[in-house]
C-alpha cells in the first residue's frame, strides 16, 4: 500500500504506474462497448461508420487483445 501511495519516482516504476492506469482506462472503455451497445454502435453510427454495429465490437475486441 505504501508503494502505492508513495509511488517511487525512478523511471522503471514510473513508466508501470502510467502503463497500468492507462490499461485500466482502454479496459473500463472497451467494456462500457459491450455492456451500453449505444457507447460503441452509437458513436460510431454518427461518424458515418459503414457497419457501425460490427465495426464497434470489432475495435472492442482489437483494444483488448492488443492491450
Given at each position: ?21 492507462c490499461g485500466a482506462v ?42
Amino acid at each position: 500500500m505504501n508503494w502505492l501511495l508513495n509511488p517511487p519516482v525512478d523511471n522503471q516504476a514510473s513508466i508501470i504506474i502510467i502503463r497500468l492506469i492507462c490499461g485500466a482506462v482502454f479496459l473500463s472503455e472497451g467494456i462500457l462497448k459491450f455492456v451500453y451497445p449505444n457507447q460503441g454502435v452509437g458513436r460510431f453510427t454518427k461518424l458515418g461508420f459503414p457497419v457501425p454495429d460490427v465495426t464497434a465490437h470489432v475495435i472492442a475486441n482489437w483494444k483488448y487483445l492488443a492491450g
